[in-house]
């Protein structure tokens, strides 16, 4: 451990209790092997480990951890980390006062145990009363850039972006459903890193930049849902996008029973994009061969495997995106950027926050029903005595925060706008009479609904996640900026 790193320490031993010092990183340092450099504010342990030789772990390797005790080390998260599998580095997010900042990065070896930390160790109880959230982190190298002009083919916009930002790998655009000349008046514009991806949004961003004489929406693009090898295995459904709109779910059938009659079990087609089921994966996987880049109806159709999605929970991954809990290919399965254009991925989900303290996030509480048989007893309750992982929306979440805070109950007022292709958009403002005079005086997501009940909803995950920041910025901020960095 070099100078710097003695005095990250020595600071740290400021603010803990005697058994976590300096001392006890100097053991853990001798026990593993590992070394340990502190820098730009985080110190880093390992990376590579002891004897390791080779590049660094692939892509889906590293997870995000969150709500870490503030005096909480190395010494005692590394032992709890290690039981998912071999740790490739671990950083952990320190203030300059020495405690660190409640989160941290655990980079395993292999993608199977960084799998295996997120079941083990996500809600796990690090300290009583103390849980800690872990999800996956991936570094994000796909800007989405709205307001692009219909008539620009793929060329162009590569050719554009390329001479105003640096590092440019590729574009990815989609044809209009309506007409296939057109491209959907977005692309996605994929960076060789994740840092050059970040000084392009930076360029970007400020609102005032052209292209093409129109004033552009930069963001980053949603990561696209990780799916293990092993279910992926199993999956004998086709995601084909690109249809045409009056492309019928018989024709669809027909053409992928071509290459073997009797093939397909069903089809379910919604707008320009479809999901084929097969009997058998095997013929899934020769289909998709065969049929990907073929014409149906004067289309060039694209088919991949379909990525199986986790249905409970849908809803709850969803704050960024405009996507109905309702859509086809969200309780079926999630492709790409079929449902809003900026979805790739879905963040984490929203903990609440109580009278000044988060509530762990509880286990998935059983979402099923029972029979109701003559003479049951029946007790009233009121909805405000149950706990909070009784309630399954966000909008059911605000009004059980308020309560609990002694706060009248938020107030919904709805705004609506239209879109370029004439729909009616959706936006719900929201005013907890409680804190109106305070330093917000309400509450507005950015994105726009087509649904009444999605409008609610986004608004309420909105407001949670800004109460939550005005009074702890490092818990859910940081939770959310781990899936868009």
Same mark, same amino acid.
């Given at each position: 451990m070099n100078?710097e790193?003695?005095?990250?320490t020595n600071?740290?031993?400021?603010v803990r209790?005697?058994?976590q010092?300096?001392a006890a990183?100097l053991?853990l340092?001798?026990?593993?092997?590992?070394?340990?450099v502190?820098?730009n504010g985080?110190?880093?342990?390992?990376?590579?480990?002891?004897?390791?030789e080779?590049?660094?772990?692939?892509?889906g390797?590293?997870?995000?951890?969150g709500?870490?005790?503030?005096d909480?080390?190395e010494d005692?998260l590394v032992?709890?980390f290690e039981?998912?599998?071999?740790i490739y580095?671990?950083?952990?997010?320190m203030?300059?006062?020495g405690?660190?900042?409640?989160y941290a990065?655990?980079?395993y070896?292999t993608?199977?145990?960084?799998?295996?930390a997120?079941?083990i160790?996500?809600?796990y109880?690090? $300290?009583p009363?103390? +849980?800690?959230?872990v999800?996956?982190?991936? #570094?994000?190298?796909r800007l989405?850039i709205?307001?692009?002009p %219909?008539?620009k083919k793929?060329?162009?916009?590569?050719?554009?972006m390329?001479k105003?930002t640096?590092?440019?790998?590729?574009?990815i655009?989609?044809?209009s459903?309506?007409?296939?000349?057109k491209?959907?008046?977005?692309a996605f514009?994929e960076?060789?890193s994740?840092r050059?991806?970040a000084?392009?949004r930076?360029?970007?961003?400020?609102?005032?930049?052209?292209?093409?004489g129109?004033t552009?929406q930069v963001?980053w693009?949603d990561p696209?849902?990780?799916?293990?090898e092993e279910t992926?295995q199993r999956v004998?459904?086709?995601?084909v996008?690109?249809?045409?709109?009056s492309?019928?779910?018989e024709t669809?059938k027909?053409?992928f029973?071509?290459?073997?009659p009797?093939?397909?079990?069903?089809?379910?087609k919604l $707008?320009?994009?479809? +999901?084929v089921?097969f009997f058998?994966?095997? #013929?899934?996987?020769?289909?998709?061969?065969?049929?990907?880049? %073929?014409?149906?109806?004067?289309?060039?159709i694209?088919?991949?495997?379909?990525?199986?999605?986790?249905?409970e929970n849908?809803?709850?991954?969803h704050l960024?995106?405009?996507?109905?809990?309702?859509?086809e290919?969200?309780?079926?399965?999630?492709n790409?950027e079929?449902?809003h254009p900026?979805?790739?991925?879905?963040?984490?989900?929203?903990p609440?926050?109580?009278?000044?303290q988060?509530s762990?996030s509880?286990?998935?509480?059983?979402?099923?029903?029972?029979p109701?048989?003559p003479?049951t007893k029946l007790t009233?309750?009121s909805?405000?005595s149950l706990k909070?992982?009784h309630?399954?929306?966000a909008?059911?979440?605000?009004?059980?925060?308020?309560n609990k805070?002694?706060?009248?109950p938020p107030?919904y007022?709805?705004?609506?706008?239209?879109?370029?292709?004439?729909k009616?958009?959706?936006?719900y403002k929201?005013?907890?009479?409680?804190?109106?005079?305070?330093?917000?005086?309400?509450?507005?997501p950015d994105?726009?609904?087509?649904?009444?009940e999605d409008?609610?909803?986004?608004a309420a995950?909105?407001t949670?996640?800004?109460l939550?920041?005005?009074?702890?910025?490092f818990?859910?901020?940081?939770?959310?900026?781990i899936?868009?960095?």
């Amino acid at each position: 451990m070099n100078e710097e790193n003695i005095e990250g320490t020595n600071g740290c031993s400021k603010v803990r209790s005697g058994t976590q010092n300096e001392a006890a990183l100097l053991a853990l340092m001798e026990k593993t092997g590992y070394n340990m450099v502190q820098e730009n504010g985080q110190r880093k342990f390992g990376g590579p480990p002891p004897g390791w030789e080779g590049p660094p772990p692939p892509r889906g390797c590293e997870v995000f951890v969150g709500k870490i005790p503030r005096d909480m080390y190395e010494d005692e998260l590394v032992p709890v980390f290690e039981r998912a599998g071999k740790i490739y580095e671990f950083r952990l997010m320190m203030e300059f006062s020495g405690e660190n900042r409640g989160y941290a990065f655990v980079m395993y070896t292999t993608k199977e145990e960084a799998q295996l930390a997120i079941r083990i160790l996500n809600n796990y109880e690090i $300290r009583p009363g103390k +849980f800690i959230g872990v999800c996956v982190s991936l #570094d994000n190298c796909r800007l989405f850039i709205g307001a692009i002009p %219909k008539e620009k083919k793929k060329e162009e916009i590569l050719d554009e972006m390329k001479k105003v930002t640096e590092g440019v790998v590729d574009v990815i655009v989609y044809p209009s459903a309506t007409d296939k000349t057109k491209n959907r008046g977005f692309a996605f514009v994929e960076y060789e890193s994740h840092r050059a991806a970040a000084m392009a949004r930076r360029k970007l961003i400020p609102g005032t930049f052209q292209l093409w004489g129109h004033t552009i929406q930069v963001d980053w693009a949603d990561p696209e849902k990780e799916v293990d090898e092993e279910t992926m295995q199993r999956v004998k459904v086709l995601y084909v996008r690109n249809l045409m709109i009056s492309t019928t779910e018989e024709t669809i059938k027909a053409e992928f029973n071509k290459f073997k009659p009797g093939a397909v079990e069903r089809v379910k087609k919604l $707008r320009d994009y479809a +999901f084929v089921h097969f009997f058998n994966r095997e #013929d899934a996987v020769a289909a998709m061969s065969v049929m990907n880049g %073929k014409c149906i109806d004067g289309a060039s159709i694209e088919v991949t495997l379909a990525k199986p999605v986790n249905k409970e929970n849908t809803w709850r991954q969803h704050l960024n995106g405009q996507i109905s809990p309702n859509s086809e290919n969200l309780i079926v399965y999630a492709n790409k950027e079929e449902s809003h254009p900026k979805t790739l991925g879905k963040p984490p989900t929203l903990p609440t926050r109580l009278n000044g303290q988060h509530s762990p996030s509880p286990p998935e509480i059983e979402r099923c029903t029972y029979p109701f048989f003559p003479g049951t007893k029946l007790t009233p309750i009121s909805m405000y005595s149950l706990k909070s992982n009784h309630f399954n929306s966000a909008v059911m979440h605000l009004d059980y925060y308020c309560n609990k805070n002694n706060w009248a109950p938020p107030e919904y007022y709805l705004y609506s706008t239209t879109s370029q292709d004439g729909k009616v958009l959706l936006v719900y403002k929201i005013v907890i009479p409680a804190i109106a005079n305070g330093s917000q005086s309400y509450f507005m997501p950015d994105k726009l609904c087509t649904t009444l009940e999605d409008a609610k909803e986004l608004a309420a995950q909105f407001t949670l996640l800004h109460l939550d920041r005005e009074h702890n910025p490092f818990s859910l901020d940081l939770c959310r900026r781990i899936w868009r960095k």
